[in-house]
């Protein structure tokens, strides 16, 4: 039988199918439809022009710099994520199994290692998963994959205490906010999906078991859940289903706020990722065994101006040089890219290659090129997300 919620959803569906059905085929347009006490951004894929929008950097950023990080032996990284706060750099590696997380400024000067493997206080038994730099109280929250607790350390890489979580958490996502510490996780059949700590006390104020339709009865890649932080008060839960909840913590109530909707049979992850209070990405990836889904890539959802399309990025600061976008590189306010200096100038010398390059852009290329050298640490470039969109991006 289906849940109230459910059957929302369904007739919802009907609705948006309508709605598009009337529409011109590619004017990429948003509608909002009510949910309960909700109002929910919805967006067809069908509707979309399947030739992507090439956007400049700027026009989610307001600046971008490149960072070298020290070439010392304690400072080389190989990273995964990047996390950046106004006065720090925090670095999880690819073999965090088996390295701490490093800590530095933001000129790129080492500082610290947080955390040890081990099975004592303080120590990691599995990858560092999640976390959260606290500049205001030179604190550093981590989590790791499978877990019951989490890890609190001083700026300067002393143990401070643990927060123990009720039962072992999966993939979990932390977000801090008036001091209480949310905690969402991949929850099995009967658990709680997020949990609420006192961030002083660890006393646990608050749990919500999610909506029947959103339990899993085995932990997938695609169930795993993350977390932009990109938004002060919007704590967004990505979820198995096509919408993208996000999290009261007053009410302590998950609601719907968009919707992915397609009208084919195509077998598509949503990876929903927030970048200012305008301003949606959706990474879509195909689960067809065939792999011949028309809808992959990145869809940007404009809010704000009520229009969707299928997007790619350049770093127009630094020579128009391509631009990832994932959830590794869109967290905490801030874009980044990490590159080893080999990469990095493998990609400025192919871009000088190309016939379409501006003088402008060969100039800052080159001058980029010239501060490189092969061997050193990685090169990190941080960009400030843009609080939100000012004109319409397509």
């Not at 529409?23 to 929910?40: A, E, L, P, R, Y």
């Not at 080389?76 to 950046?84: A, F, S």
């Not at 008036?178 to 006393?203: R, S, Y």
Request: net charge negative.
């Amino acid at each position: 039988m289906l849940s109230k919620l459910n059957f929302i959803l369904l007739i919802v569906s009907v609705l948006i199918f309508v709605v598009y059905g009337c529409s011109h085929k590619g004017d990429g347009s948003v509608v909002f439809v009510d949910i309960g006490n909700s109002k929910v951004a919805v967006s067809n894929l069908d509707d979309l022009s399947a030739e992507p929008t090439s956007i400049p950097l700027s026009s989610l950023l307001e600046y971008c710099t490149m960072i070298q990080l020290e070439s010392s032996e304690r400072a080389y990284v190989n990273p995964w994520t990047v996390t950046i706060s106004n006065k720090y750099i925090g670095i999880k590696e690819f073999n965090s199994i088996a390295s701490p997380y490093k800590l530095f400024d933001r000129s790129g000067i080492f500082l610290s290692f947080i955390g040890s493997i081990g099975g004592g206080p303080g120590e990691f038994q599995t990858r560092i998963w999640d976390d959260i730099i606290d500049d205001e109280n030179e604190l550093i929250y981590l989590v790791g994959m499978f877990t019951d607790r989490i890890h609190v350390y001083s700026t300067s890489g002393l143990f401070v205490k643990e927060i123990v979580m009720p039962h072992l958490v999966r993939f979990p996502s932390i977000s801090l906010q008036d001091n209480i510490l949310v905690v969402k996780h991949v929850p099995l059949e009967n658990q709680a999906k997020i949990f609420q700590f006192d961030v002083n006390t660890g006393e646990l104020l608050n749990k919500l078991a999610p909506p029947a339709h959103l339990f899993v009865q085995m932990v997938t890649p695609d169930d795993v859940v993350f977390s932009t932080r990109n938004v002060s008060g919007f704590i967004d839960v990505i979820s198995i289903s096509d919408t993208l909840y996000r999290y009261d913590i007053k009410a302590n109530e998950l609601l719907p706020f968009l919707i992915i909707d397609n009208n084919s049979t195509e077998e598509i992850y949503k990876q929903y990722l927030m970048v200012n209070k305008d301003l949606f990405i959706t990474r879509l990836i195909c689960l067809e065994r065939s792999g011949m889904c028309r809808n992959t890539g990145l869809v940007a959802i404009d809010i704000k101006h009520k229009t969707s399309s299928f997007i790619e990025f350049t770093n127009d600061f630094f020579g128009n040089l391509s631009a990832p976008i994932d959830f590794y590189n869109l967290r905490n306010g801030y874009w980044t890219q990490s590159l080893m200096p080999e990469e990095l100038i493998e990609e400025i010398e192919n871009r000088l290659a190309e016939d379409d390059i501006s003088e402008k852009d060969r100039a800052v290329l080159n001058k980029t090129l010239s501060s490189l050298q092969e061997g050193e640490n990685n090169v990190i470039f941080v960009g400030k997300l843009k609080d939100e969109v000012l004109t319409s991006l397509w």
